[in-house]
């Protein structure tokens, strides 16, 4: 079977991502044609600090920009490169070179300091394709999607608005299929009817017009919170949707860190993505873990 073409995002190269690029590099290879948007020059460099050779059998897609790596720092430059090579990922999956991306994790402030506009890549590809796109996290025993991502906690319940999340819910439907989701509520017991917040209220109009449209009960709840990751409930759910970014993604770490990978749904490519940040603390120790890279990669394919 002919194996595809998956681009391969380097992320910071001050952090871990091209430490678990290169560490995973044979076993990904056996899954995939990866192409590496990096320069040979960056590449020898990270090598270098790595103590590790650069495979033979490598493909290499240039990115354009020096700078020296420096392990562990926050800089423009590093976060300028790790956003010259997601945008260099993309292309090649526009120009049907590659047929999904991966992508390793960029740092947030690098790419303020670098003077880029996006909170990451999610935000990128939302802008980039004119598309809602949406943040998908987990593996193969649980996902979680997030309504509301990188946004302050006292902005959320303005954010819960009917019309938003009913499409939030179609274009989960289009991307996911027809499997149960559960809806997790905003406020502590979902609310108490109203007595804790009535923001239940409108997700509970969100849940039910958008079953009615779909024509049978995908999405269930609002779920109360704190029980909806329980082990009996996880029996019953595979996927599930948090109204917010830790209500979710806190106990989808506790169970599966290093498993987890992250997923943009509702869009014209395929990218996935590792489910962990730069990890400046071990940046080149010869310490990060390959789990949610290799399972990103294999996600990947999985979509394509």
Same mark, same amino acid.
């Given at each position: +079977?002919?194996? &595809?073409?998956? *681009?391969?995002?380097?992320?910071? @190269?001050?952090?871990? !991502?091209?430490?678990?690029? /290169?560490?995973?590099?044979?076993?990904?290879?056996?899954?995939?044609?990866?192409?590496?948007?990096?320069?040979?020059?960056?590449?020898s460099q990270a090598t270098k600090l790595l103590h590790a050779k650069t495979p033979n059998d490598i493909n290499?897609?240039?990115?354009?920009?020096?700078?020296?790596?420096?392990?562990?720092?926050v800089s423009s430059a590093s976060g300028k490169y790790s956003y010259d090579s997601f945008m260099s990922g993309?292309?090649?999956?526009?120009?049907?070179?590659?047929?999904?991306?991966?992508? +390793?994790?960029? &740092?947030?402030? *690098?790419?303020?300091?670098?003077? @880029?506009?996006?909170? !990451?890549?999610?935000?990128? /590809?939302?802008?980039?394709?004119?598309?809602?796109?949406?943040?998908?996290?987990?593996?193969?025993?649980?996902?979680?999607?997030?309504?509301?991502?990188?946004?302050?906690?006292?902005?959320?319940?303005?954010?819960?608005?009917?019309?938003?999340?009913?499409?939030?819910?179609?274009?989960?439907?289009?991307?996911?299929?027809?499997?149960?989701?559960?809806?997790?509520?905003?406020?502590?017991?979902?609310?108490?009817?109203?007595?804790?917040?009535?923001?239940?209220?409108?997700?509970?109009?969100?849940?039910?017009?958008?079953?009615?449209?779909?024509?049978?009960?995908?999405?269930?709840?609002?779920?109360?919170?704190?029980?909806?990751?329980?082990?009996?409930?996880?029996?019953?759910?595979?996927?599930?949707?948090?109204?917010?970014?830790?209500?979710?993604?806190?106990?989808?770490?506790?169970?599966?860190?290093?498993?987890?990978?992250?997923?943009?749904?509702?869009?014209?490519?395929?990218?996935?993505?590792?489910?962990?940040?730069?990890?400046?603390?071990?940046?080149?120790?010869?310490?990060?873990?390959?789990?949610?890279?290799?399972?990103?990669?294999?996600?990947?394919?999985?979509?394509?």
């Amino acid at each position: +079977m002919t194996k &595809h073409n998956i *681009a391969i995002s380097v992320g910071d @190269l001050n952090g871990v !991502g091209i430490e678990i690029a /290169l560490k995973a590099h044979e076993e990904v290879s056996k899954l995939c044609n990866p192409i590496y948007c990096i320069s040979s020059e960056m590449l020898s460099q990270a090598t270098k600090l790595l103590h590790a050779k650069t495979p033979n059998d490598i493909n290499l897609h240039p990115v354009n920009g020096e700078f020296n790596i420096e392990a562990g720092k926050v800089s423009s430059a590093s976060g300028k490169y790790s956003y010259d090579s997601f945008m260099s990922g993309i292309k090649l999956c526009e120009d049907k070179k590659a047929d999904a991306v991966v992508t +390793m994790p960029i &740092h947030k402030e *690098a790419w303020m300091l670098a003077g @880029l506009e996006y909170k !990451g890549h999610t935000d990128l /590809l939302r802008q980039y394709f004119d598309r809602d796109a949406i943040m998908m996290l987990g593996c193969e025993k649980m996902f979680v999607a997030l309504f509301t991502e990188h946004i302050p906690l006292k902005e959320v319940a303005a954010s819960i608005q009917y019309v938003k999340l009913k499409q939030f819910f179609i274009d989960l439907h289009n991307s996911i299929g027809d499997a149960k989701v559960a809806v997790l509520g905003l406020n502590p017991h979902a609310g108490d009817n109203g007595v804790l917040g009535n923001e239940e209220l409108r997700i509970t109009k969100a849940i039910k017009s958008a079953n009615k449209k779909l024509g049978f009960e995908q999405f269930i709840g609002p779920i109360v919170p704190d029980v909806a990751f329980t082990p009996h409930a996880r029996k019953n759910y595979k996927y599930f949707v948090a109204m917010y970014h830790d209500q979710g993604l806190a106990p989808l770490k506790a169970l599966y860190f290093d498993e987890s990978i992250n997923v943009s749904l509702n869009l014209p490519i395929i990218r996935t993505s590792v489910d962990h940040g730069t990890a400046f603390d071990i940046a080149y120790k010869g310490e990060a873990k390959t789990l949610s890279y290799i399972n990103a990669v294999k996600s990947a394919i999985s979509f394509i």
